[in-house]
């Protein structure tokens, strides 16, 4: 195989004094969708924001495309093709649907006419967004503001897309919905991290998993491959655990 | 009559209070940064102007030519070298600051150019009036409040449709989605506040085109700014407009009623306003 697109390599970090991250390692292969599960507090999000710019990490702790870039303010990590659809949505309040998604356009790298994503692609992915595009994003459901918030991040036109619990208060048909696209999303060429909880999901979208336990890796593999007992307990720490 | 003629001069006054306000619109309003120094800048910028106009050649257009720029000049600085170091969602750490800043920048006007109160030399349009019907008004504050008014229009429609305007309200909103989405939070509130001050830069030359300045004069012109913003709504830059003309309508016809209480008729409208509709007249939800 050849390099992997995103990789970490011992990659600790953590809030001020307080450490959530004890040296995890990790790749993610072009076009690949891999998942990241945990319990709460594992560090999954701490994870994703410290290759994402947004917690201070050593420059080489984080390699894209074979640069270290451990650190880089985070606009120009989405410049260099890495979108993050975030913990809660965090959507521009106050802007309707569409504007949301112009924000991304707007500072994209690539522009929308030359772009794997265009508007038109996300209504047609998303066609509820396209009858609510001139409504504030505050008028939407859960599920919609989703649709919103994966939009946007595709349309910074993403080579690697982060996840974190996208389906965190859905429904289970809304879920379905927009896991539903995440074949389409890795057929365009990006690669994906997912950030689940829910473990079963996590297994059926995914090629490999890894599980987080405490700020360190306690499993990894193909997520088929991997059986319930050893999931159970690298997810929830115990005598089975294994780094 | 004489009600009449007290709103349109208080409309007058208003248009001069909405150039005052509008920067405050776009930092307080929008980006919810509090900016103690916001009057004590247009003082030191009516200063500069002042002292400029007595070595520039060419009047008022270049005056405007040449103050105009140095106000970006200052805003980029401050958002870059004070405000950005403070931004977050705290307003705390940026109202300290920028208290600081005010005193430091009183203190300083004040060694360069004494208490004195000064104005810009009367090249006509100051003293110019026209009349309609029985109500005479000056050329001055119509230009004033003609510029106000497409100052408005533009600063609203930068805001709404441009890149620089979505890529504003989305660090408004939030910063750090802002930045998970390409904008680089810093350098749009940079801009954000050179034109601000920019905006500023004009209403100083006005201000002392119109009356005189001092350097002790900022605070009540942060106070009107405030007040408009305040009445008017946040985030809504043509509500601080129109909270500059409610503002401008009190005070005229306060002053009617008696000559003392203009000012203090302005505050109690505000008050009015801020007890009745505390979101303000134009509240935009976020
Ligand atoms: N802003 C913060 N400041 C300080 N500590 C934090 C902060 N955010 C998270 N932590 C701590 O870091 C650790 C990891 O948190 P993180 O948010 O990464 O967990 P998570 O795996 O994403 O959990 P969840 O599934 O609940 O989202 C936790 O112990 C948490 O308390
Ligand atoms: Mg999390």
Redesign the pocket.
């Known amino acids: 195989m050849s390099e992997p697109i995103l990789s970490t390599h011992g990659l600790v970090g ?3 004094d ?1 450490q ?2 004890y040296g995890i390692d990790l790749h993610l292969n072009a076009g690949e969708v891999i998942s990241l599960i ?12 410290s290759i994402f710019g947004m917690l201070p990490v050593a420059r080489d702790m984080v390699r894209y495309r074979g640069t270290p870039i451990g650190g880089t303010p985070t606009h120009e990590l989405v410049k260099r093709g890495i979108a993050m659809v975030p ?1 809660g949505r965090r959507l521009f309040l106050g802007m309707t649907v569409e504007e949301n998604m112009r924000v991304a356009i707007d500072n994209a790298a690539i522009p929308e006419s030359r772009g794997q994503w265009n508007r038109e692609r996300l209504f047609d992915l998303f066609p509820i967004l396209r009858d609510k595009r001139r409504q504030p994003v505050e008028a939407l459901s859960g599920g919609q503001q989703q649709m919103v918030a994966i939009s946007r991040a595709l349309l910074c036109q993403p080579q690697v897309l982060l996840c ?2 996208i389906s ?1 208060g859905l429904a289970p048909k809304v879920i379905r919905e927009i896991y539903a696209v995440l074949p389409d999303i890795s057929a365009a060429g990006t690669a994906i991290v997912l ?1 689940e ?1 829910d473990v079963t999901l996590a297994q059926e979208a995914t090629s490999r998993l890894y599980c ?1 336990l ?2 360190r890796v306690t499993l990894t593999g193909n997520s088929r491959d991997l059986s319930r007992e050893a999931i159970a307990a690298a997810y929830f720490g115990g005598s089975h655990a294994v780094a | 009559m004489q009600w009449l003629d007290a709103v349109i001069q208080g409309v007058l006054l208003g248009g001069m209070y909405a150039q005052y306000a509008l920067g405050m619109a776009l930092m307080f309003g929008v980006m919810r940064i509090v900016n103690i120094a916001h009057g004590d800048v247009m003082i030191l910028l009516s200063l500069i102007a002042v002292s400029l106009a007595g070595v520039l050649p060419g009047g008022n257009l270049m005056l405007v030519i040449a103050i105009v720029p140095i106000a970006v000049l200052i805003g980029w600085a401050l958002q870059k070298f004070v405000l950005n170091r403070v931004v977050g969602v705290d307003p705390l750490p940026s109202l300290i600051a920028t208290f600081g800043l005010s005193i430091a920048l009183q203190n300083l006007m004040l060694e360069v150019w004494s208490a004195d109160t000064r104005s810009l030399p009367n090249s006509g349009i100051a003293s110019a009036s026209f009349q309609i019907g029985p109500i005479y008004v000056g050329l001055l504050p119509v230009i004033v409040l003609c510029t106000a008014i497409a100052l408005t229009a533009g600063l609203d429609a930068v805001l709404r449709f441009t890149r620089f305007g979505r890529g504003l309200r989305a660090a408004s909103a939030d910063t750090d989605a802002a930045a998970m989405t390409g904008v680089n939070p810093r350098r749009i509130y940079a801009t954000a506040t050179a034109i601000a001050v920019g905006i500023l830069g004009l209403a100083g030359i006005f201000a002392a085109l119109r009356a005189t300045v001092s350097p002790a004069d900022g605070p009540a012109q942060l106070i009107y700014a405030f007040e408009a913003v305040i009445i008017g709504g946040m985030g809504s830059i043509w509500g601080a407009f129109l909270g500059a003309m409610v503002l401008g309508v009190a005070q005229a016809v306060g002053l009617r009623i008696d000559p003392g209480l203009g000012i203090l008729f302005g505050h109690l409208v505000f008050l009015a306003v801020l007890a009745t509709r505390p979101v303000g007249i134009m509240a935009r939800k976020r």
Not at chain 1, 38 to 49: E, V
């Open positions: 953590g809030y001020g307080f959530a991250l945990g319990a709460n507090g594992a560090g999954k999000s701490t994870f994703l924001k913990e974190d619990e965190l950030v909880q987080l405490e700020g």
